[in-house]
């Protein structure tokens, strides 16, 4: 799966904001940006309510997505989604994807102006 994939599954995971979650990977069945990465590239994850449970090892995708993800941040993954708005979050990977495409040289299908 190419990174811009991951990516796209990723955001699509967590592109409602009732599907977002701030301070852990999942609250619930929301997932926060690096959980939607996590489980986008493939990886299951569990929660038995004191500790996480991953199932495989991490896929390069999430390695990658993760990658493109931080090369548009100051600080973390984790750190963003915690202190950002959900709007935020999805900005964040509108910019990734658009960037992973255009090193793909694939048409962009995003808006050419995404909120910040």
């Not at 493939?42 to 896929?59: A, I, N, S, V, W």
């Not at 694939?106 to 050419?112: E, G, Q, S």
Request: negative net charge.
């Amino acid at each position: 799966m190419k990174t811009y994939e991951v990516l796209e599954k990723a955001l699509a995971l967590i592109e409602r904001e009732e599907n977002w979650a701030q301070g852990d990977y999942k609250v619930g069945d929301a997932l926060c940006a690096e959980g939607a990465c996590l489980v986008a590239g493939g990886m299951k994850l569990e929660f038995d309510g004191q500790r996480y449970t991953f199932f495989d090892e991490p896929t390069p995708g999430y390695h990658a997505a993760l990658d493109s993800l931080q090369d548009l941040l100051s600080d973390s993954v984790h750190l963003y989604n915690d202190a950002a708005t959900h709007a935020q979050v999805v900005a964040l990977f509108q910019k990734a994807i658009r960037a992973e495409k255009q090193k793909a040289g694939i048409a962009i299908d995003l808006p050419a102006e995404v909120p910040a």
